[in-house]
């Protein structure tokens, strides 16, 4: 029988948190199971609700919420991934990322995770150039984590230039990449 793929899709504080809900939906069209892990930012932007429903299973948010199994659940979330994408992915996240910085479910969750990790950033485009940013995304790559580069045009908070998420068909393509590894 053939295995379904376990994806952890983490959703950050971006503006286009929203494309991750769409992002989901062509998850499920490949029959991929999808948990969703949130920032607190990112529950300001899309509700919780939002992407419990559309996958069908809980959104983790807390990483301590109570949970009635032993293990803490961001070790399980870990080790549930065939693959860990994080889709948009702040310039904060990805500094923890390159950091080690593991103070939220979600940051614990990709500290913990031996499967391959594809991050899509999306952020201003000041962000994206500042030269901490270029000195994580080096870091990141250099350590084997796909970075879906970001897209250039108009961006949400009213600038031109780059930081735009990449298209989802470029995030999913470098999902299938990862899933080959
Ligand atoms: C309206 C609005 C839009 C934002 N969009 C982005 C964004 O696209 N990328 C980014 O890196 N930060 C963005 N931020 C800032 C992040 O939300 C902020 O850095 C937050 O602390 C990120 O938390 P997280 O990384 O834990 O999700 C935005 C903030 C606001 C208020």
């Given at each position: 029988?053939?295995?379904?793929?376990?994806?952890?899709?983490?959703?950050?504080?971006?503006?286009?948190?929203?494309?991750?809900?769409?992002?989901?939906?062509?998850?499920?069209?490949?029959?991929?199971?999808?948990?969703?892990?949130?920032?607190?930012?990112?529950?300001?932007?899309?509700?919780?609700?939002?992407?419990?429903?559309?996958?069908?299973?809980?959104?983790?948010?807390?990483?301590?919420?109570?949970?009635e199994l032993w293990r803490p659940a961001h070790v399980s979330a870990a080790d549930a991934a065939d693959v860990l994408v994080i889709a948009p992915c702040t310039a904060n996240v990805l500094a923890k990322l390159a950091h080690g910085l593991a103070d939220d479910m979600l940051t614990s969750t990709a500290l913990a995770c031996q499967a391959p990790i594809v991050v899509?950033?999306?952020?201003?485009?000041?962000?994206?150039?500042?030269?901490?940013?270029?000195?994580?995304?080096?870091?990141?790559?250099?350590?084997?984590?796909?970075?879906?580069?970001?897209?250039?045009?108009?961006?949400?908070?009213?600038?031109?230039?780059?930081?735009?998420?990449?298209?989802?068909?470029?995030?999913?393509?470098?999902?299938?990449?990862?899933?080959?590894?």
């Open positions: 029988m053939k295995k379904i793929v376990q994806v952890v899709l983490g959703v950050t504080g971006s503006i286009a948190a929203y494309k991750a809900a769409e992002l989901l939906r062509l998850m499920q069209q490949r029959s991929w199971n999808v948990s969703v892990i949130m920032t607190k930012a990112a529950t300001r932007f899309v509700g919780e609700l939002t992407f419990r429903t559309l996958s069908r299973n809980p959104v983790a948010v807390e990483l301590f919420d109570e949970v899509a950033p999306a952020m201003n485009a000041h962000m994206w150039d500042h030269p901490a940013t270029r000195e994580n995304v080096k870091t990141l790559k250099a350590r084997g984590v796909a970075i879906v580069d970001v897209g250039k045009g108009e961006l949400a908070c009213g600038y031109e230039g780059r930081g735009r998420m990449a298209s989802l068909e470029a995030i999913l393509s470098a999902m299938d990449s990862a899933l080959k590894t």
